[in-house]
Nanobody, 122 residues
Framework: QVQLVESGGGLVQPGGSLRLSCAAS????????VGWYRQAPGKQREVVAV???????DYADSVKGRFTISRDNDKNAVYLQMNSLKPEDTAVYYC????????????????WGQGTQVTVTS
């Protein structure tokens, strides 16, 4: 089984920065992609940023130019650098890893961390 543990959340003023970390219990190169999702109160969980096994990245339009996803394969870690934070960024942020295997048929398994709270307020 895979375990993902997030850290780095907290309370920050608008315009401030935070860096989230996700530590995985196995090599992140074994996943098709790893990334970050977030869920605000009363809203659906949404994709924030994703990085593939070969380093391709994708971001939600709402965070482009402000957030940067990166990884450290040697440390089995994924990071999310968040700059110019806005109140609407307030949410619980979850680390995600996706693994697709093909035996009888393609099967995708998603692994999730417990989440870390990010609150942006004056």
């Amino acid at each position: 089984q895979v375990q993902l543990v997030e850290s780095g959340g907290g309370l920050v003023q608008p315009g401030g920065s935070l860096r989230l970390s996700c530590a995985a219990s196995r090599s992140i190169l074994g996943f098709n992609a790893v990334g970050w999702y977030r869920q605000a109160p009363g809203k659906q969980r949404e994709v924030v940023a994703v990085i593939s096994s070969v380093g391709n990245t994708d971001y939600a339009d709402s965070v482009k130019g402000r957030f940067t996803i990166s990884r450290d394969n040697d440390k089995n870690a994924v990071y999310l650098q968040m700059n110019s934070l806005k109140p609407e960024d307030t949410a619980v942020y979850y680390c995600n890893a996706r693994e697709t295997t093909i035996l009888v048929h393609p099967t995708t398994q998603n692994y999730w961390g417990q989440g870390t709270q990010v609150t942006v307020t004056s």
